[in-house]
């Protein structure tokens, strides 16, 4: 007997749908559009697998079904371990993005430092530049030239988390400096 | 002595739960941890042992062999892997537990701290014994669990918003790998390792290179592969200093070891080693131009971590008995090392009450002893001779050099040029927290001996592999012959009736 291998296509498009819709919320901000993303890829998987298995059968118990009419009772197996593992992990990111909203009043993926800190240069960078078209003076200029020895009187009063580095005591100095 | 094999998965599992179980007790915890971690290495060693006199190690679970069960198999790579992580989470865990000791009641790690640690323990060892693609993924899964809710200990706004960017990368890999793993099932039928290995020549040379594809993304993303890499630096320095030490030792390596085991056994043809060796030269390159310009000690090891993940790709990607030989040895190594470095960073957190290099300084004057692990750890690192460093990035260059073709140079090239940067980027650090004058005086603080005490051992393991290179190196031939070969690993796992002893009650209609 030929088995019947070509999958459905009704199937088939689900898988696409659900794995396209996830994506689009996977890539938004919210922790929580995520994690329903997240959800959604998941059972386009689980579909996958499902067309991964071939086509229906009886149930694949010996003495029920003959060998032959049988469905693949092993993709059964492991979307089930997927599906409990994805019910694992939703839990813990919707608690993450619970902790989220308590401490930011938001539960947005932010930043990553290194990305604020090279969009801080480049703003910096761009005032630079602005300031060289209208020309500056010694005095301006001696006044963005420091080095590290002249830091030091700023870190007493500084108030940062203790994660930034060089850069981000320049950039508060010098917010410092306009706001005065 | 193939019951062996599913103790490393079993001892920390059960650990765990009761561990969970005496969540009051956070001293009883500790013990449960120790002992269970401490019988974990003795089982390794002891598979160390029987995999390389006897052969591969094969469970078959609940008595059906492997083409109809699932079988858990130790080779040669598995336990090195195993005893090194058993190595690493053992220090680390004493580590952590003088942590605990030395902060007092309110410093001492949470409940959960203990049985997320063996969770993590127990995914780490059944990825590296998992003979089937799906376990790996369980096993995959298990560890990311347990990383996330280490990731995110108390639950503080920077943890948490590093720990969202390192849970949704982290997913996506595992969809990835999920819907590789679905693909290749309905393509072969099977998800046995050693099936796969059989029948995966008989597909289409472009669906092969499409599933290869989609395996080397989602392992690659856990590896940390430029440019696949860029969610490490950020998350890994947040977590606390015993868990980014142990993440950085061991799990970047798991995505390794994932790697090693699918193209040798599965994707033999070569098709995306040039590919695979383009980004092992741009990791290398990448990752070290990061570490030169951090100024915080902790994300620039993180981007050194980064860094060196290429060299272990570059031996793979060589495809030679003597490159994967080197890849192996750099990796237990490098596992070493790193682990040290997080440490000791830990400890320099602890004593200048800072990592910022800019603010630290006076450390060579205040804790010599200090001094001495960092340098030697960092020196190991960078790879000056004699220490294991050099042995394995010799090893490597060796490699490279015996391929002969133009892009492996440039690959020779640029680790020697990452070498150097990589001591450029060490130096600096040594030089500004060590060397210079503190800026502002330091806290007081002292560094307690226990936390002391595992760092200077993981750091001394790190050079002693310098003196047992030798063997070592004799050991990672034999496993990376082994490993292309493939015979060794695929007819322990297949056995010739192809049932094992496995019983059903009723079995008449069955396999005819």
Same mark, same amino acid.
């Given at each position: ?9 009704a !199937?088939v498009?689900?898988v ?11 890539? @938004?901000?919210?922790l929580?559009?995520v ?5 959604l ?9 499902l ?5 229906a059968g ?6 029920t079904t @003959?060998p ?5 009772? !092993? ?6 371990t997927?599906?409990?593992?994805n019910?694992?992990i939703?839990?813990f990111?919707? %608690?993450?993005?619970y902790?989220?909203?308590q !401490?930011?009043?938001h ?5 990553? =430092?290194?990305?604020?800190?090279i ?6 960078? @761009?005032?630079?530049?602005? %300031? ?5 003076? =010694?005095a ?7 080095d590290e020895?002249e830091?030091?009187?700023s870190l007493e009063? %500084? ?11 320049e950039a ?5 400096? @306009?706001?005065? | 002595?193939?019951?062996? *094999? ?6 920390p599992?059960v650990a765990?739960g009761?561990?969970?179980?005496l969540?009051?007790h956070s001293? *009883?915890q500790?013990?449960?941890s120790?002992?269970?971690?401490t019988a ?22 609940g008595?059906?062999a492997?083409?109809?069960g699932?079988?858990v ?23 952590s ?13 949470v ?11 127990a ?8 003979g ?13 669990a347990?990383?996330f809710?280490l ?8 943890r948490i ?5 390192y849970?949704?990368v ?6 990835l ?7 290749l ?5 099977t ?7 059989d ?14 594809i ?7 993303i856990?590896?940390a ?7 490490l630096?950020d998350?890994y ?15 970047t390596?798991?995505? #390794? ?8 056994l599965?994707? +033999?043809?070569?098709t995306?080693? +040039? ?15 990061g570490?030169?310009a951090?100024?915080?000690i902790?994300r620039l090891?993180?981007?050194t ?8 790709i570059?031996g ?14 750099y990796?237990?190594?490098h596992?070493? #090392? ?5 440490? #000791? ?6 004593r200048?009450? +800072?990592?910022?290099?800019v603010?630290l300084?006076?450390l060579?004057?205040v804790?010599p002893?200090?001094?001495v692990?960092?340098?030697v750890?960092?020196m ?10 050099f042995l ?7 490699a490279g050099l ?5 892009l492996a140079?440039?690959? *020779?090239?640029?680790?020697?040029a990452?070498?150097?940067?990589t ?5 600096k ?9 503190a800026?502002e ?7 307690p001996r ?5 760092t ?8 002693v592999i310098?003196l047992?290179?030798g063997p070592?190196?004799?050991?990672t031939?034999a ?6 070969l493939?015979?060794?690993?695929i007819?322990?796992?297949? #056995? ?9 009650a009723d079995?008449?209609g069955?396999?005819?």
């Amino acid at each position: 007997m030929g088995v019947e291998m070509s999958p459905s296509l009704a !199937l088939v498009l689900a898988v696409g749908v659900l794995v396209g819709s996830g994506v689009y919320l996977l890539l @938004e901000r919210s922790l929580s559009r995520v994690i329903i993303g997240i959800t959604l890829i998941s059972n386009g998987v689980n579909l996958l697998f499902l067309i991964a298995g071939g086509a229906a059968g009886g149930p694949p118990l010996v003495g029920t079904t @003959e060998p032959d009419q049988m469905a693949d009772p !092993l993709p059964q197996a492991m979307v089930l371990t997927a599906i409990v593992i994805n019910l694992g992990i939703t839990a813990f990111v919707l %608690a993450m993005a619970y902790r989220s909203w308590q !401490l930011h009043g938001h539960d947005e993926v932010q930043d990553d =430092l290194e990305d604020r800190r090279i969009a801080r240069r480049a703003a910096r960078h @761009e005032e630079d530049s602005r %300031a060289d078209d209208v020309g500056t003076d =010694l005095a301006t200029e001696a006044a963005e030239a420091r080095d590290e020895t002249e830091e030091e009187h700023s870190l007493e009063t %500084a108030h940062h988390g203790p994660r930034l580095g060089a850069d981000d005591h320049e950039a508060e100095q010098r917010d410092r400096g @306009e706001s005065t | 002595m193939t019951w062996l *094999v599913a103790l490393p998965v079993v001892i920390p599992l059960v650990a765990a739960g009761l561990a969970l179980a005496l969540a009051k007790h956070s001293r *009883v915890q500790g013990v449960i941890s120790v002992v269970a971690l401490t019988a974990v290495l003795i089982v390794a060693v002891a598979l160390i042992f029987v995999t390389h006199t006897v052969g591969p190690q094969v469970v078959n679970v609940g008595g059906w062999a492997a083409p109809v069960g699932i079988a858990v198999v130790t080779d040669r790579l598995s336990a090195l892997m195993l005893v090194v992580s058993a190595v690493v989470l053992l220090g680390v865990l004493l580590y952590s537990l003088a942590q605990g000791l030395a902060d007092g009641p309110k410093g001492a790690p949470v409940a959960i701290y203990h049985p997320t640690y063996l969770v993590l323990a127990a995914g780490v060892a059944m990825a590296f014994t998992s003979g089937d693609l799906f376990n790996l993924y369980v096993g995959f899964e298990i560890l990311l669990a347990a990383s996330f809710v280490l990731l995110t200990l108390g639950g503080t706004g920077e943890r948490i918003r590093a720990g969202a960017i390192y849970v949704v990368v982290s997913l996506l890999s595992s969809l990835l790998f999920l819907i590789s793993i679905a693909l290749l099932y309905g393509a072969t039928g099977t998800l046995n390792l050693a099936q796969l290995a059989d029948r995966i020549d008989a597909l289409d040379p472009g669906l092969q290179t499409v599933l290869q594809i989609m395996l080397l993304m989602g392992f690659a993303i856990k590896a940390a592969i430029f440019p696949l890499s860029a969610w490490l630096p950020d998350s890994y320095p947040t977590a606390p200093a015993p868990v980014t030490a142990v993440f950085a030792g061991l799990l970047t390596k798991v995505g #390794v070891y994932a790697i090693i085991r699918t193209q040798t056994l599965l994707f +033999t043809d070569g098709t995306l080693d +040039t590919v695979l060796m383009l980004a092992a030269l741009l990791t290398m390159l990448v990752g070290i131009a990061g570490a030169v310009a951090q100024e915080d000690i902790k994300r620039l090891l993180s981007f050194t971590l980064v860094s060196h993940i290429g060299f272990m790709i570059f031996g793979i990607s060589l495809a030679s008995d003597v490159g994967l030989s080197a890849a192996i040895f750099y990796v237990a190594h490098h596992i070493t #090392v790193q682990t040290a470095l997080f440490l #000791v960073s830990g400890l320099i957190e602890r004593r200048g009450g +800072t990592t910022s290099l800019v603010r630290l300084g006076s450390l060579a004057k205040v804790a010599p002893a200090l001094g001495v692990v960092f340098f030697v750890s960092a020196m190991n690192l960078a790879g000056i001779p004699p220490m294991s460093g050099f042995l394995g990035k010799a090893g490597l260059l060796q490699a490279g050099l015996a391929d002969g073709t133009p892009l492996a140079l440039v690959g *020779v090239a640029v680790g020697l040029a990452t070498s150097l940067l990589t001591l450029y980027a060490v130096v600096k650090a040594w030089n500004k927290a060590f060397w210079q004058e503190a800026p502002e005086p330091l806290p007081e603080a002292s560094v307690p001996r226990g936390m002391f005490g595992p760092t200077a051992v993981l750091a001394a393991v790190g050079v002693v592999i310098a003196l047992v290179a030798g063997p070592l190196y004799s050991y990672t031939d034999a496993a990376a012959r082994d490993l292309r070969l493939q015979d060794p690993y695929i007819s322990s796992v297949l #056995v010739d009736d192809g049932r094992g002893e496995g019983q059903s009650a009723d079995a008449q209609g069955g396999d005819s």
